[in-house]
C-alpha cells in the first residue's frame, strides 16, 4: 500500500548551538548508518533527533519516530499502514524507503535483545541505509547492544542539557506560559537565574519543575528560583553521594577573615560566564584550611551566597562505602554530575580524610590523582571548595600554587575578630550588642574558636531565658569563665596546626 512521502521540515535560523547537538552532527557527519543513544529523557532525546533530521543531513530530511505502542509516525503524526507496531515490521517498511530519511526507534533495545531475525534485518539495513543517506536512531534508557550489534551500532550517551540547550527549551515553555495567561520576568538577567538553576535537570524534570513553580507563585520569575532549586535537590539527592547544601550564609554572618571575604567578593564578578572574561581568569576554587570551628565550613556557605550559586557537598564517607559501586567509579561519576549541575560550588569537606592514606590504598591514590585532574580540566562553571583540618595530611602537589586559585589558613580569631563574632551571635539571637562591653571579654577569650564564642552566647542567653529574663552582661562572663578552649585541651595538636599552615597558606585574616 502507497504511503505519501511525509512532509520535510523547513531548515532553522543558526541559533548557538548545544553541545548535545553538536555532538549529534559530528556523529551524524560521519555518514554512520545506525546509531545507539542513550538517555532516559525521550522527549528531548525525540526533539534533539528532529532537529537533526532538519539540519545535519546535508537537506531536510523525513523525521520518523518508532515505538512499540504506537508504532511508525511521522513528526505531524500520520501513521504509515503497514502494522508496524510490530519491530520486523518497522525494519522492512524501513528498507522499502528509497529516501534519505531520519528515523527513531524507541526502546528498540528490547526487540534487539529478544528477537534473532530483528537483529538480522538491522544488520541488513546498515549498507542499505548508508547507500540512501537514512541514519537510524535507536534511543533507549540504558546501554543493552547485542554482541553480534556492537560493531555496527555508533553508540553515544547524552549528557543533560547545557546552557544554550536550555535556554531555548525555557523560551518556548516561557512563551507556552504567557500564552496560558501567566506573567514571565522576560528580562535576560532573570531568565539567565532561572536557567542555571535549572540545569543539571533533564527537560522531562525541568518541564516539571516549571510547571510546580509556576503553579506556586502564579508566575515565571526569580521568586521561583527556590523552587526550582528545590527539584534540583531532590534529583542530586537520588545520587546519595553528593547533597545539596540549603542553608545559605550570608558573608556578613562572618566575623573577621577580611582577607578572604575581600578577595570572595572581588572574583564574585568574574565567576559569571560571560565570554570576555578568559577562562584562566575564571575562578577555579579555594582550599580553606585551619583550626575546627573557626569558620570553614560557614565560609563555605558564604561564598555559595555570595556568588549566587547553590552548593553541593561531595559525601566522601558515602563514596568510600561502596554503596554505589567502586569509590574511583563514584568519584569520578559525582565530579560529572557536578559537571552537569554546573554552575555549582562543590565543596569537598575534610579533603585530607579521602586523600590521608594514599600510601596504604591504591584506590585513594587513584582518588586524589582524578581529583588532581579534574581541577585541572574542569568546566568554568564548577567552583572548588575544599576544606581540611589535618593539613599536614595534605600531599604538596594539593597545595601548589595553580591548583587552587589560593590556599587560605583560617588561626583562632584575634581580639578583635572574637568581638566581631560575639556581636553577630548576640545580633542573630535578638540581643543588642551594644548594651554590653564586648571589650572585657578579651582577655577572658583568647585561644577561642568562632564556634566557642557561639557557643558562650547560647549558652548564656539560655540561662537567662531559664530564668525568664533579659540577656545580661555577667552571663555572657560567668559562662566564659566556665568555657575551656579546644587550643587548651588540644593544645599539641593546634599549634602543630598553626605552625604547619603558616608558611604554606595565605591568612585569611588580617594580622591583629
Ligand atoms: N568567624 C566566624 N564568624 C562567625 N561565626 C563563626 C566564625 N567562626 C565560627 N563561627 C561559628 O561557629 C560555628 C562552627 O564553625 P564552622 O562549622 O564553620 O567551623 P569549621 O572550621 O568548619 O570547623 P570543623 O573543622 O569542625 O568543621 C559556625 O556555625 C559559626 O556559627
Ligand atoms: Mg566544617
Known amino acids: 500500500m502507497e504511503t505519501n512521502p511525509p512532509p520535510t521540515n523547513p531548515p532553522s535560523p543558526p541559533p548557538p548551538e548545544g553541545k548535545s547537538d553538536k555532538a549529534l552532527r559530528q556523529l551524524l557527519a560521519s555518514g554512520h548508518p545506525l546509531l545507539y543513544v542513550m538517555s532516559a529523557d525521550e522527549l528531548r532525546a525525540g526533539r534533539l533527533l528532529r532537529h537533526a533530521a532538519a539540519n545535519f543531513l546535508g537537506k531536510p530530511v523525513p523525521f520518523w519516530s518508532w515505538s512499540l505502542t504506537e508504532g511508525l509516525r511521522t513528526e505531524d ?43 538480522r534485518r538491522l544488520r541488513d539495513l546498515f549498507v542499505l541505509c548508508a547507500e540512501r543517506g537514512q541514519v537510524i536512531v535507536v534511543t533507549a534508557p540504558v546501554r543493552q547492544i547485542p554482541e553480534e550489534l556492537e560493531s555496527n551500532l555508533l553508540y ?6 547545557d546552557f544554550v540547550e ?4 525555557l523560551l518556548e515553555r516561557a512563551a507556552a506560559i504567557t500564552a496560558a495567561g501567566a ?3 522576560n528580562r535576560d538577567t532573570s531568565l539567565d537565574l532561572i536557567i542555571r538553576a535549572m540545569l543539571g535537570l533533564t527537560l522531562d524534570e ?7 513553580a509556576v503553579a506556586t507563585h502564579g508566575r515565571l520569575a526569580r521568586e521561583c528560583l527556590p523552587a526550582l ?3 534540583k535537590r531532590l534529583r542530586v539527592n537520588r545520587s546519595g553521594t553528593i547533597e545539596f547544601i540549603g542553608d545559605g550564609q550570608e558573608i556578613e554572618r562572618i566575623g573577621g577573615l577580611e582577607v578572604m571575604k575581600k578577595w570572595l567578593l572581588e572574583r564574585r564578578a568574574l565567576f559569571h560566564p560571560r565570554d570576555d572574561v578568559g577562562a584562566e581568569l575564571v575562578p577555579k576554587g579555594v582550599l580553606v584550611m585551619g583550626v575546627s570551628g573557626c569558620g570553614k565550613s560557614l565560609s563555605i556557605k558564604a561564598i555559595a551566597s555570595s556568588f549566587e550559586l547553590p552548593l553541593y557537598r561531595i559525601n566522601m564517607a558515602e563514596i568510600f562505602s561502596g554503596r554505589h559501586g567502586t569509590p574511583e567509579w563514584a568519584f569520578a561519576r559525582a565530579c560529572r554530575t557536578m559537571e552537569e549541575i554546573a554552575p555549582a560550588v562543590v565543596w569537598f569537606d575534610e579533603i585530607e580524610m579521602s586523600i590521608a592514606s594514599i600510601e596504604s590504598s ?29 593539613i599536614d595530611l595534605l600531599p604538596a602537589e594539593m597545595i601548589r600554587k595553580g591548583r587552587f586559585d589560593e590556599v587560605f589558613f583560617v588561626d583562632l580569631p584575634h581580639d578583635a575578630e572574637r568581638i566581631e563574632i560575639f556581636q553577630i551571635h548576640l545580633e542573630r539571637r535578638g540581643a543588642d550588642p551594644a548594651k554590653f562591653d564586648l571589650n572585657r571579654l578579651v582577655a577572658l577569650t583568647r585561644g577561642w574558636t568562632g564556634a566557642e564564642v557561639e557557643q558562650c552566647v547560647v549558652s548564656a542567653i539560655t540561662r537567662a531565658r531559664i530564668e525568664d529574663r533579659e540577656l545580661k552582661f555577667d552571663d555572657l562572663m560567668r559562662t566564659a569563665a566556665r568555657i575551656v578552649p579546644l587550643s587548651k ?4 595538636q593546634v599549634d602543630h596546626i598553626r605552625n604547619w599552615a603558616r608558611d604554606r597558606a595565605a591568612p585569611a585574616s588580617l594580622s591583629a
Request: hydrophobic share 40%; charged share 30%; glycine share 4%.
Open 77 to 119: 503524526g500520520t501513521r504509515t499502514d503497514t502494522p508496524s507496531t510490530d519491530p520486523r515490521a518497522a525494519l522492512d517498511f524501513i528498507a522499502e524507503q528509497p529516501s534519505p530519511a531520519l528515523f527513531q526507534l524507541k526502546d528498540f533495545h528490547e526487540p534487539l535483545r529478544d528477537a534473532a531475525d530483528v537483529r
Open 156 to 161: 553515544t550517551e547524552l549528557t543533560v542539557p
Open 166 to 169: 536550555m535556554k531555548a527549551f
Open 183 to 185: 506573567w514571565v520576568d
Open 206 to 212: 525541568a518541564s516539571f519543575a516549571l510547571r510546580r
Open 229 to 231: 532549586l528545590e527539584e
Open 362 to 390: 591504591g584506590e585513594q591514590g587513584r582518588i586524589f590523582a582524578h581529583f588532581l585532574t579534574w581541577m585541572q580540566e574542569k568546566p568554568r562553571g564548577v567552583f572548588v571548595a575544599a576544606t581540611a583540618n589535618r
Open 489 to 492: 585541651t588540644m593544645k599539641e
